[in-house]
């Protein structure tokens, strides 16, 4: 168990990284965007598009990493005061009733809107970027993503439960 939890963090670790990178990349777009516009009055659809794909990308990756680094929103007024075997039990309770559930909602209902997207190359019509389907793809890959890693946060709490160490 705690090889696949390592397996499936590193999966998130990664799509983690490549957010990160995703980030520098809008942030150093947005600033070439202003100064190209202020300075120069120039600007581009495509590069607007970009700004999009980045931002979407960004947050549609960083799932799963923010699951696994608790970066997520939770109320720990009441589990603070829990011990760990309740708390364990407890986010095996929010997996299985809400977020399992919520990953296979999303990449269910995601499926026939990337599958026509893919369908028709869909791109921009407005002399942006060609290659929506691409960003699109990432829907059902964030849902896998943060499914998976639910997965590893819930074999973390069954190893507690069990009493044992869950790798960290």
Not at 2 to 17: M, S, W, Y
Not at 47 to 55: D, F, K, R, T
Not at 149 to 162: D, E, S, Y
């Amino acid at each position: 168990m705690h090889k696949a939890i390592r397996v499936l963090d590193a999966v998130n670790e990664a799509a983690g990284r490549v957010a990160g990178a995703l980030a520098l990349a809008l942030v150093a777009l947005m600033f070439a965007l202003v100064v190209l516009r202020d300075a120069f009055g120039w600007g581009s659809i495509a590069a607007q598009e970009a700004v999009l794909w980045l931002h979407g990308a960004l947050f549609l990756l960083s799932l799963g990493y923010a699951l696994r680094h608790n970066a997520h929103v939770r109320v720990d007024v009441l589990s603070q005061r829990w011990s760990p075997r309740r708390r364990a039990q407890v986010e095996i309770a929010g997996l299985l009733l809400f977020l399992l559930p919520l990953c296979v909602f999303m990449f269910w209902m995601s499926f026939d809107y990337v599958a026509a997207s893919w369908s028709q190359r869909e791109g921009s019509n407005s002399g942006g970027l060609p290659g929506w389907f691409l960003v699109k793809t990432l829907i059902p890959l964030s849902a896998t993503l943060l499914f998976l890693q639910a997965l590893a946060q819930g074999m973390r709490a069954l190893a507690v439960l069990r009493g044992e160490q869950p790798p960290p």
